[in-house]
């Protein structure tokens, strides 16, 4: 019960943080009349009171996800639920971790700012089956099924989270690691930052070289830059990093340049959105050049995309049609439902903190696509804990 109220705590806490990201790059773009993140140093040509609108419609998704987060925390569910077997879901993670690092390595799979991987047909199925079981998804899910003090666990699982993260160039588990301790471990947290509040305090003024130092490695293994990026510290901490970790230019930039963004939407079909969620079963049917994300930045780099922010994917929505704008925020909604009805029925303390942790992401982004993924994957993984649930079952008779 204790733990709990804990990761409650912490999950409230989350959603202090990112409203907190918000509001700086709310701040950032009315002191300085400049965006952060994708579009710094565009200058804002929004009054206050737009971007004051941006502010409040940029919070709204994070509220919402904290709504359905304390619903289901109180709710009770009166069907069975499935039990877990920590034994072989440790040694499948384990597996899953070491060859997802394993085909990044060799064939580029899933490596951020890099073309498709080219690998042979035989070796093309493998990779296909075990992209279905999302490497994040499963690693965080390990973490908060373990012991708070089974470190060693703890750390191998992040360990390997880490080395994948920095094989496919992405700094995706850095947050991901911060998020989970800020839920998890949000007592021990606070308990190390009083005892050695001195000693941070020290440290605190290196910040900004250790996230332009992170920067510049992340362009070096992407190829995208010779790794001498240099900003001031407001520019490098609230205009990129902060940025990244808020949608807020990225929605403000549909209402900025929004007959430009009106234009283009209404060269998407009404099922756009639905459309990109599918390419998570068919790719080759579904597109990825047919999304808003491509179109967000114009002449931006063809292996790149952009996100819109889920307040964001609803204004360009809104755009196309009435139509879209219901059909999308209605997908969204039953979505986020299902993902917490799913996760619901696993016999596990922190199966709601789970939910909200894993819809996180797709939230901040609002990309179809992840969306679907967590549902996708949330849908896996209780097929997979029903089949080792089974298995053992045929181990003991």
């Known amino acids: ?10 999950c409230k806490l989350i959603l202090f943080i990112n409203i907190f990201y918000i509001t700086i790059s709310y701040l950032y773009a009315l002191i300085r009349r400049e965006y952060n993140g994708d579009f710094l140093d565009i200058p804002v040509n929004l009054n206050p009171f737009f971007l004051s609108f941006v502010w409040i419609i940029s919070i709204i998704p994070f509220l919402g996800l904290w709504l359905l987060y304390k619903k289901y925390k109180k709710k009770h569910i009166p069907y069975k639920k ?20 394993f085909v990044t390595l060799v064939f580029g799979v899933g490596k951020a700012g890099f073309s498709v991987y080219q690998a042979p047909s035989f070796i093309k199925f ?15 899910f390990l973490i908060f099924i373990c ?22 160039a992405s700094m995706g588990f850095l947050f991901f690691t911060f998020w989970i301790t800020i839920i998890k471990y949000n007592k021990e947290l606070l308990h190390f930052l009083k005892k050695y509040f001195f000693i941070i305090c020290i440290i605190i003024p290196t910040f900004p070289f250790f996230v332009e130092f992170a920067y510049n490695q992340r362009d070096i293994l992407r190829k995208a830059g010779d790794g001498n990026i240099k900003y001031d510290k407001n520019t490098l901490l609230a205009g990129k990093l902060v940025g990244r970790l808020s949608s807020f230019s990225n929605t403000a930039i549909l209402i900025d340049k929004g007959i430009y963004y009106y ?14 969620m599918l390419i998570m079963i068919n790719g080759s049917v579904f597109s990825k050049k047919d999304v808003p994300e491509k179109v967000l930045i114009e002449n931006g780099p063809e292996n790149a995309s952009f996100m819109l922010g889920t307040s964001g994917i609803l204004i360009f929505s809104l755009y196309k049609s009435t139509t879209s704008f219901f059909i999308n925020l209605f997908s969204i909604i039953i979505i986020c439902i299902l993902v917490f009805k799913i996760l ?39 097929i997979t804990l029903l089949f080792f649930r089974a298995f053992k079952k045929l181990q003991l008779n």
């Not at 499935?82 to 690092?101: A, D, E, N």
């Not at 199966?351 to 992840?370: D, K, R």
Request: proline residues 1%.
């Open 1 to 10: 019960m204790k733990e709990e109220i804990d990761a409650y705590k912490g």
């Open 82 to 101: 499935v039990y877990i077997s920590i034994g072989f879901v440790k040694m499948f993670v384990f597996i899953l971790l070491i060859s997802h690092i």
């Open 126 to 140: 493998f990779i296909q089956i075990l992209l279905r079981f999302d490497s994040t998804m499963w690693g965080v």
């Open 147 to 168: 012991s708070k003090r089974d470190y060693t666990t703890l750390l191998w699982t992040i360990l390997l989270l880490s080395i994948l993260g920095i094989t496919r």
């Open 263 to 276: 234009i283009i939407a209404q060269d998407f079909d009404t099922f756009f959105y639905q459309k990109n």
């Open 344 to 382: 619901k029925t696993i016999n596990f303390s922190m199966n709601n903190e789970y939910a909200f942790f894993i819809l996180l992401g797709p939230i901040l982004s609002g990309v179809g696509l992840e969306y679907f993924a967590c549902l996708l994957n949330a849908i896996i993984l209780f």
